[in-house]
């Protein structure tokens, strides 16, 4: 019985001393106002067996003239007996409770006591029966337990780290980081032996930094101690060490131009300082911004700008081209156009940049996003849902019958569509062949447009759906109803499994929704023609090491294991220069024939998600070194060293998953991660 016996015998013990203040016994149940028994009254031991639920006293209300009483009073006569014991556990699964009101003798109080027992899967918890809380264990969490609280392991942090459903511990100073669930050392792998350069704080004075630094074991990042020395025998700082100063700047010593003393040479010189022949410099005007062997210059002499690009659909109904003659820009010599956009006639659709007759029926099933009318709770269940989907496709002109892609607390999704095949974009692009591919991660355009073929842009969408196509039981009350709801909610700009399951943290059911629409009328395999461009693919992960060339290496190996020939490489940021310097512009394409788009610019027209091996891979991430792809790094330490070493800051990584802005930036990763792959392109 433990201490729930020792509870319990101290709840039956009668209080017959009304005068016996300020005397608390912690074990008495809590009726903060009734007094102990005196210490020479008997108590019952703790461990010899309860009496059988004799009525429990207190001294119950006090008398008017503070509780005495006289031979022939009766001592009960103005005690009101209210007050009986709070409910305690006997056990895990029963509890004791006194009766109220209790009976006064002699001027005491008591209360009789009843054992209860909780039904079938109750538990006993301060008094009462309640459901038990939930079981915190490797079946149900993939992160640490916390408690029953399940800390997945995106969140840990290292005060709370683990995983597998083991209890959550805390990182110590030797390992103070919590990552994959496990406390690292980042600096277990870090050399601190490459200091910065020596710098100069002044014109006579130079600053040094110590060959061998400090690890931070928060970071991985490196510190150096600092030193300073004077420059002497009248000698000048200059790029970090103390020189002789140059002679005076005139043409006999400078084929380049005269700052000052210092002769910039020709092959350094900017718009803000050109010049030759020993003259003083000059700053280039906006007629003539650049500077060229000497002399400023506008690089539009003798460019023509009437080579327009090709016309493009600007949505499904629409032809967007560009006038001519285009602008020059003096400073690159590029040429830019001003768009015409012009909508198709009755009866047409755009495609490949020009209008064409809409055929009546295409043959394969539409896709498409429906407008945000309603708030999902008021969707009205699924035929609800699904008549705002049929109104969205008469509204545009879209051919057949369509159903709303949802689940509910007893229905599939996928289990909606299983006598239908071949799904394809109002714009032509295919999206999926069939339920079975599509829940198995098989995607190819995604599925971004509305009726109209118009991009819904970045929106997160209800689905109540996971990725493979099964129910979840947040779907506003089967979609009639409000519901505490986070999540799944779908993304319409991804692959794989987030165009449905993107884990959202937005509230959906109480907002207007947006709806992915289905059709439902052919049963047509899907095929399609590849499109034209270079070839890319998703490698395998990475970790950094041999700089460009060692991120080229991993390409080729890829490919060649998987049989792709051609040559691949990377798509990073160094220190020097951006990510899509590395190559000309153009389109890529994935090894399926999917059109990704212009990967040196971005966003794209597809997720880059595939392998080289023609896995659709998902949730991963890829090695990038800066926020855009026409981005420089910020510096060394946020490109791992220039790709030389699993060490450095926090790299920019992106999330392969999507073909919004955030496939180049999307997230961050540590050096030495090994989840991270990189982006294989033809150059």
């Known amino acids: 019985m433990g201490s729930y016996m020792r509870c319990f015998v101290a709840a039956v013990v009668a209080v017959a001393c009304s005068n016996c203040t300020g005397l608390v016994d912690a074990n008495l149940p809590p009726d903060a106002g009734t007094p102990v028994p005196d210490a020479a009254s008997p108590v019952p031991d703790a461990g010899q067996p309860t009496p059988d639920a004799g009525p429990v006293a207190d001294a119950g209300q006090p008398v008017p003239d503070g509780g005495t009483s006289d031979a022939g009073v009766d001592p009960c006569a103005n005690v009101v007996c209210n007050q009986a014991p709070a409910s305690f556990c006997v056990s895990s699964t029963v509890y004791q409770s006194f009766a109220s009101p209790g009976s006064c003798s002699q001027g005491t109080c008591t209360y009789a006591p009843t054992l209860v027992t909780c039904a079938s899967g109750l538990q006993c918890y301060q008094g009462a029966c309640v459901t038990p809380p939930p079981v915190c264990d490797a079946t149900t969490c993939t992160g640490c ?37 496990a406390c690292i050392n980042p600096c277990a792998t870090v050399t601190c032996n490459q200091p910065p350069a020596a710098i100069c704080l002044n014109a006579t004075t130079v600053e040094t930094y110590a060959a061998t630094g400090t690890c931070d074991p928060l970071t991985g990042g490196c510190t150096y101690a600092t030193s300073t020395s004077a420059c002497t025998n009248g000698q000048q700082c200059a790029q970090g060490a103390c020189v002789t100063p140059p002679p005076q700047c005139n043409a006999n010593n400078c084929t380049g131009c005269c700052s000052g003393t210092t002769c910039v040479a020709t092959a350094n010189e900017s718009a803000a300082a050109c010049g030759s022949g020993g003259a003083a410099c000059v700053s280039c005007g906006s007629a003539t911004p650049v500077c060229q062997s000497g002399a400023c210059v506008d690089l539009c002499v003798g460019v023509t700008c009437n080579q327009l690009p090709a016309p493009f659909c600007f949505d499904t109904h629409t032809v967007e081209s560009y006038v001519t003659p285009g602008t020059c820009a003096p400073a690159t010599g590029t040429c830019t156009y001003v768009p015409s956009q012009v909508p198709c006639g009755a009866g047409q659709v755009c495609q490949s940049g020009a209008c064409v007759a809409q055929a009546a029926d295409s043959g394969y099933n539409f896709i498409f996003v429906a407008p945000p009318t309603v708030a999902p709770e008021f969707f009205g269940g699924l035929a609800g849902a699904d008549a705002l989907c049929q109104a969205a496709a008469q509204d545009a002109g879209l051919p057949g019958t369509y159903l709303a892609w949802l689940s509910t607390s007893t229905v599939n999704a996928k289990d909606r569509f299983t006598a239908a095949r071949g799904w394809v974009r109002p714009d032509g692009l295919p999206f999926a062949d069939s339920m079975a591919s599509l829940t198995a991660l098989q995607n190819f355009y995604p599925p971004a447009l509305d009726a109209h073929g118009k991009n819904v842009g970045a929106i997160i969408l209800p689905t109540g759906t996971l990725a493979n196509g099964l129910k979840t039981s947040l779907t506003c009350l089967n979609w009639t109803g409000y519901q505490e709801m986070s999540g799944p909610g779908g993304y319409p700009q991804a692959g794989a499994g987030q165009w449905t399951d993107a884990r959202t943290t937005e509230a959906l059911c109480a907002r207007p929704g947006a709806l992915y629409c289905l059709g439902i009328d052919h049963n047509t395999p899907l095929t399609f023609a590849p499109a034209a461009g270079r070839r890319m693919f998703l490698s395998t992960p990475w970790i950094p090491s041999g700089g460009l060339a060692g991120a080229d290496a991993h390409c080729a190996s890829d490919a060649a294991a998987a049989n792709v020939t051609g040559t691949f490489q990377a798509l990073l940021a160094t220190s020097t220069a951006s990510a899509g310097s590395r190559f000309a512009p153009g389109n890529w394409v994935r090894l399926d024939g999917v059109s990704v788009g212009d990967m040196t610019t971005g966003p794209l027209t597809a997720p880059p998600l595939l392998s080289s091996t023609g896995a659709y891979t998902a949730s991963s991430y890829a090695w990038t070194g800066a926020a855009l792809p026409t981005a420089v790094a910020l510096g060394a330490a946020y490109t791992c060293q220039d790709w030389t070493a699993a060490a450095g800051s926090l790299v920019d990584v992106g999330t392969p998953d999507t073909s919004a802005a955030g496939f180049f930036f999307g997230s961050q990763a540590t050096c030495a991660s090994t989840l991270v792959s990189l982006y294989c392109l033809e150059p």
Not at 148 to 170: E, H, I, N, R
Request: with cysteine; hydrophobic share 20%.
């Open 145 to 181: 337990c916390n408690g029953t609280t399940c800390v997945d392991l995106s969140t840990q942090g290292a005060t709370q780290c683990g995983k597998a459903g083991a209890m959550c511990g805390s990182c110590g100073s030797s390992t103070p980081v919590c990552q994959a669930g």
